[in-house]
């Protein structure tokens, strides 16, 4: 026996197939949306790599410090004002960042730029805790890429609050041991340690006989990834909006049926 024929089933299915190709092609332009973020992501990385080496002084123009060039500071680090970075992983591993201020001058404020001098991993249970080995206390020649910031992690404990993420007020603190925090403002780290930052960081690369590591993570670049991801959402927002074009035009020939 066949049912009787419902106008608000009808209006329902319209309406939920209505719904699923909005929904579905929102999501396929997000995806877009995400492929061009990366794809200027890339473009940005390409762009730097391909500058010539940029030398790091006190008077460097910020328009030259572009992020993922290659850059090279010479100076003396300021090991007592070290900060560790935590939560910071390399392949599966926990572990930590080393951040570490080189001075550029000896004016008052002395200039710096704050370079990350590399990973190394959290002591395993039961084991010593992991000290930060000391950065050389002779003048030095780094090398390595710039980056706009200290790459930062997501904490929901600290959402709305200030950027220090638990940085001390003043630096260096009382006992020598570098703080360890989760995130690194370079504002709130240059009011810490009084020193006139470049507004980058270094990234230190190559070999320099300590015991850290220096394959620094980067960016997510894969935007055809998401151009795919689009396909299939556009692909299900045609299928919704061809099921609605049916359900429509049935109920259309029902109502001209005698």
């Given at each position: 026996m066949v049912r009787p024929h419902s106008t608000a089933r009808?209006?329902?299915a319209l309406l939920l197939l209505a719904i699923a190709v909005f929904v579905l092609a929102s999501l396929g332009r997000w995806q877009l949306h995400r492929a061009a973020e990366r794809l200027a992501i890339l473009q940005t990385i390409e762009s730097g790599r391909a500058q010539a080496p940029l030398v790091l002084t006190p008077a460097t123009p910020p328009a030259q410090l572009q992020p993922w060039r290659p850059a090279q500071a010479s100076g003396r680090y300021r090991d007592d004002l070290t900060v560790v970075l935590d939560n910071r992983n390399r392949d599966g591993l926990p572990g930590y960042w080393i951040a570490t201020p080189l001075l550029l001058d000896d004016s008052n404020p002395p200039s710096a730029v704050l370079v990350l001098r590399g990973w190394m991993p959290r002591a395993a249970p039961g084991q010593p805790a992991a000290v930060a080995p000391p950065a050389p206390v002779a003048s030095q020649s780094v090398t390595g890429e710039l980056v706009e910031r200290v790459p930062r992690l997501f904490e929901i404990?600290?959402?709305?609050?200030?950027?220090?993420?638990?940085?001390?007020?003043?630096?260096?603190v009382d006992g020598g041991k570098p703080p360890t925090v989760q995130n690194l403002d370079l504002t709130a780290y240059a009011g810490a340690t009084g020193l006139?930052?470049?507004?980058?960081?270094l990234e230190q690369?190559?070999?320099v006989g300590d015991t850290l590591k220096r394959d620094w993570p980067q960016p997510s670049v894969d935007f055809n990834q998401n151009r795919g991801y689009a396909l299939q959402w556009f692909g299900f927002a045609t299928i919704a909006g061809i099921a609605f074009l049916v359900v429509a035009w049935r109920a259309l020939r029902r109502r001209r049926e005698p």
């Open positions: 009808t209006l329902a404990w600290h959402f709305g609050n200030d950027p220090e993420d638990g940085l001390p007020k003043r630096l260096p006139r930052l470049l507004p980058a960081v690369r190559g070999e």
